[in-house]
């Protein structure tokens, strides 16, 4: 048997030991880790996209270069892999998906749910895509191309969906209010 | 370097029968045929870094294919769109 | 014996390599949250801080994923297959030996 085989709490307590033993990390550092990473939530996502619906010139930005969007309203994208964001149109519909492993934009939508890393999701994203989309109640017309994005490398994606409808003169916090994690993905719409 | 709209093919290989890989190309695009759509940048290569040997800087390409054509099923015009590097990837 | 050469869904598929795999096909997605636990957030800062501080990357990480057989593989929640390839490539670097690890999981507690 594996020494790798052991339980996994006695592994994470086991190499939790040595690395502190060995001055590689501190119960500190971990303990400020976890605190910034849960900082990241779905919250900072949704705050571009509304900003990006009521400003041309920021829309334009994130589109160009998601990370430098994102640091323009403060979220911290230093060392962090490229954010690219995938347009949503009248006739084109973003879903993104990470077949072979569970890239997410977690900077800024946080840690990917439980359903993006699960196998249904990862191996019927790419090939029956309206199936999928079923699930979660959101029927795209037929003549809106879906485009499902499989994030294999580099890039980290997000979806820019569509403004909605019933949502005019709306401030940019009322937007974002509106803006759920699954949108930003591509599994829902937003709806006021 | 490859062009956007330029025609493509993933290479028909299979480096999981020849032993220990890492791979980001997917099983089921290899030996399929896609357009470029964008060149994204240039990578350190991820088969060599996941043995934490030195890697090489290659050639990342946004790779657009056609939904139903990868596996019969599916809605007319839609699309997988892929990130393959240059080493993945031959001009069709 | 069957001449037919080999179709690509036929060639050997590393389980990790999920897209359009037939047998998930007719699976559900299970769509509730599932928090994390304590350990899982943990287990994340721990594989960050590695990244940060240039001990192992996250391709290396995945690499421990892939290595998993895929009996466990599939039996280990997300964040237990991370521990496990974190623990692998710790001692694949040399920045732990087995030995070690032997003996801090002898002291270890559940």
């Known amino acids: 048997m594996s020494i790798l085989e052991a339980d996994s709490n006695r592994l994470l307590q086991a190499v939790l030991a040595l690395l502190k033993q060995k001055d590689i990390l501190t119960d500190q550092e971990i303990a400020e880790r976890i605190a910034s990473t849960d900082s990241a939530t779905p919250a900072r996502g949704a705050m571009m996209v509304a900003k990006a619906w009521v400003d041309p010139a920021y829309r334009a930005l994130m589109l160009r270069d998601g990370a430098q969007a994102a640091e323009a309203v403060g979220i911290p994208m230093r ?16 879903l993104v998906v990470c077949t072979l492993c569970s890239c997410y934009p977690r900077a800024v939508l946080g840690y990917p749910p439980f359903w993006f890393k699960s196998a249904a999701y990862r191996a019927r994203a790419v090939r029956d895509p309206r199936g999928l989309l079923a699930e979660w109640g959101t029927a795209l017309p037929d003549n809106v ?6 994030s294999t490398a580099d890039y ?6 569509l403004r909605p409808a019933g949502t005019e003169g709306w401030s940019e916090a009322e937007l974002a209010a509106i803006v759920q994690e699954g949108d930003m993905i591509g599994v829902t719409l937003p709806t006021p | 370097m490859l062009t956007p709209g330029q025609a493509v093919r993933v290479k028909l290989d299979w480096p999981e029968t020849r032993g220990p890989c890492h791979i980001r190309t997917p099983h089921y695009l290899r030996g399929q045929s896609g357009v470029v759509e964008r060149h994204l940048g240039r990578f350190p290569n991820p088969e060599q870094l996941a043995f934490a040997r030195p890697p090489q800087t290659i050639d990342l390409y946004h790779v657009r294919f056609d939904q139903p054509s990868l596996w019969q099923q599916g809605q007319q015009g839609d699309a997988v769109v892929v990130e393959l590097y240059e080493t993945w990837l031959e001009v069709a | 014996m069957n001449d037919k050469p080999l179709q690509p869904e036929d060639q050997p598929r590393a389980h990790h390599d999920m897209g359009g795999v037939s047998k998930f096909l007719c699976e559900p997605v299970d769509r509730d949250s599932h928090s994390l636990t304590e350990f899982d957030r943990t287990v994340d800062a721990v594989r960050g801080l590695l990244g940060a501080k240039g001990v192992m990357s996250v391709d290396e990480l995945r690499r ?3 290595a998993i057989p895929e009996a466990e593989y599939h039996r280990l929640s997300y964040y237990q297959r991370w521990i496990r390839s974190i623990a692998d490539n710790l001692m694949v670097r040399g920045v732990i030996t087995e030995a070690e690890l032997a003996a801090a999981l002898e002291r270890a507690s559940c």
């Open chain 1, 156 to 161: 980290r994606w997000m979806v820019l969906p």
């Open chain 3, 64 to 66: 421990g994923i892939e």
């Open chain 1, 145 to 150: 191309q879906l485009r499902v994005v499989d």
């Open chain 1, 79 to 94: 060392g962090l892999p490229p954010l690219g964001v995938l347009e949503n149109t009248d006739t084109q519909h973003h």
